[in-house]
């Protein structure tokens, strides 16, 4: 019961320290008249995979990577099944954004780039370095993307959604405070998940996969379903995206370079296929119906989300 508390505190205090380093950074960068779209495609993008981030170092530095990289994939199909699920079904999508058009086909071909340094089964220093260089040149492209795509429909929901009017004083408070408690959340969030998951008898990846995964998405549940409430239906989709993208080349660094080893069968081919699975479903819903996306899509997503995790929790008690 003690861990059980340990846990849920640690991943409230490590969301609390995301939100606020995220929001200083943005209250700073806005400050010093850095374009909103730009602050929204990077330290916003950045930001909602922050817990991940954070739960990767700490794993890796224990030498977790299970809890690390199963984080990584498990948030990427939550991202997708559960949030993005539970948003359309809340409310029909319409998609107006020429950039998000282009996010699609890029996130793919992240997953693949991925899974092309995954699949020998090892994770190392060069894979960890190579995921770094793509993230850099990542930001590079959604710099080059924001300064061409001024009067994007995305540009103007992150003019109103990004706070300008804090002082930079508060920000940089926020940006600190964010700092310092987000390592230590982390720590003590991955201690008690890997004491929960040997009394239950569930693998540390599983843990990763399941309930450390979800919850490190829960800042996109709020995000995304306040967007949709606002009517920012491009918010609500790209800041999945984004996160996506991220959570595969900045979370999967750190376990390659501090903590090289070797990756599970069962994550290369059963967790990522599904992740596969469920990013293209979502790639032809919004190609085949063009803008609009309806409820029963949700649905369509939340089902193959309920069916990958009974599948999960099956396996891990059988």
Not at 53 to 81: H, K, P, Q, T, Y
Not at 182 to 211: C, D, N, R, Y
Request: one cysteine or more; a positive charge.
């Amino acid at each position: 019961m003690v861990t059980l508390i340990m846990m849920i505190l640690s991943l409230v205090s490590l969301l609390w320290a995301a939100n606020h380093l995220v929001t200083g950074a943005s209250g700073i960068a806005g400050y010093y008249r850095v374009p909103p779209l730009i602050i929204g495609l990077t330290i916003v993008a950045i930001g909602a995979s922050l817990p991940g981030i954070m739960v990767a170092i700490s794993a890796a530095l224990e030498g977790r990577n299970d809890i690390a990289i199963g984080n990584a994939i498990g948030a990427n199909i939550a991202n997708i099944g559960l949030v993005l699920g539970l948003t359309i079904l809340f409310r029909p999508l319409t998609i107006k954004s020429s950039i998000l058009r282009r996010e699609y086909p890029l996130l793919f071909l992240i997953m693949l780039f991925t899974y092309s340094l995954m699949i020998d089964g090892y994770l190392g220093v060069v894979d960890g370095c190579l995921f770094l260089v793509g993230c850099i040149v990542l930001i590079g492209y959604f710099i080059f993307l924001a300064r061409r795509s001024k009067h994007d429909p995305l540009a103007r929901e992150f003019q109103q959604t990004i706070n300008i009017t804090r002082s930079v004083k508060a920000n940089l408070l926020s940006l600190v405070m964010g700092l310092l408690i987000l390592p230590v959340s982390a720590h003590f969030l991955v201690k008690s998940a890997a004491h929960i998951g040997q009394w239950l008898g569930i693998s540390e990846m599983v843990m990763g996969l399941t309930i450390i995964a979800i919850g490190t998405t829960l800042p996109n549940v709020a995000t995304s379903l306040v967007a949709a409430f606002k009517g920012q239906d491009d918010i609500a989709v790209g800041t999945i995206l984004g996160s996506n993208m991220f959570n595969l080349l900045v979370v999967m660094a750190f376990p390659g370079i501090i903590n090289p080893s070797a990756i599970s069968h069962s994550l290369l081919w059963r967790d990522i296929p599904v992740m596969f699975i469920i990013t293209v479903v979502l790639l032809l819903i919004n190609y085949h119906y063009k803008k609009r996306i309806e409820r029963w899509h949700g649905g369509l997503l939340l089902l193959i989300y309920g069916c990958y995790m009974i599948s999960l929790v099956f396996n891990a008690v059988v």
